[in-house]
């Protein structure tokens, strides 16, 4: 079945370092993804709606010079935490739509990203 | 999107049904009812939608009410591996899913 996957499953970095996390749908095509973030004890947030070929959409609140996204293929797209802090580390989640069907159908998630900075 | 209110926390005994609430009063006509669990440190995973009527999969059933301002999602033999956090997300068109507090779930041996 379709499968969302991300990379790497978890990450430490320095702080002012900048991360890159992959997000990649397994067997289907996805135009459309969305990023979410999720600190401890708390629910998923969502960040922003990567746009295949097009700018990604952010939500209120969220940086967009700090959360770079970039959704260059059908089947990747890449969020980078630039210049990161510790305020940063989170858990981060992509997803995707089920392909070939309207609107109101489910999404599939990926395993999600650890990110801590240090 | 409609708000959602959801119990925070429930406990099960494991092989019973689990019936987790959910209220949705503002809940427009085109929104569909989702439902999400989320295991702890992993991606949430779909459970099961649904528009008016009852739906029943492999997983669970949704029972929505008729004026459509509630559901419960039930899980007929709770395990020990159902144990999680379960989110109701009333979405609209497009395909957004924003997430509310949801349910902590704990299925008890």
């Known amino acids: 079945g379709a499968v969302v996957s991300q990379h790497p499953s978890w990450v430490i970095c320095k702080s002012g370092t900048s991360v890159k996390i992959e997000c990649r749908s397994l067997d289907f095509q996805a135009t459309t993804m969305f990023w979410y973030r999720q600190f401890p004890k708390q629910s998923l947030m969502l960040m922003a709606t990567?746009?295949?070929?097009?700018?990604?959409?952010?939500e209120q609140g969220v940086e967009k010079d700090k959360f770079l996204i970039n959704h260059a293929s059908l089947t990747l797209s890449t969020l980078t935490v630039t210049s990161a802090h510790p305020e940063d580390s989170s858990f981060y989640i992509c997803s995707a739509p089920r392909p070939g069907a309207g609107m109101n159908t489910e999404a599939f998630f990926g395993q999600g990203t650890r990110l801590t900075v240090v | 999107d409609a708000k959602t209110t959801q119990p925070p926390s429930m406990d099960c005994a494991e092989g019973r049904a689990a019936n987790l609430p959910c209220n949705h009063s503002?809940?427009?006509?085109?929104?569909?009812v989702y439902w999400y669990r989320q295991i702890h440190s992993q991606g949430p995973q779909y459970i099961i939608h649904g528009l008016k009527n009852n739906e029943t999969n492999e997983m669970a059933s949704l029972i929505i009410t008729e004026d459509r301002k509630s559901s419960t999602l039930i899980l007929p033999h709770a395990t020990l591996r159902d144990t999680a956090v379960y989110y109701c997300i009333p979405r609209n068109t497009g395909n957004q899913f924003y997430f509310g507090t949801g349910t902590s779930l704990t299925v008890i041996p």
């Open positions: 503002t809940i427009s006509g085109n929104e569909y």
């Open positions: 990567s746009n295949e070929g097009s700018k990604a959409t952010y």
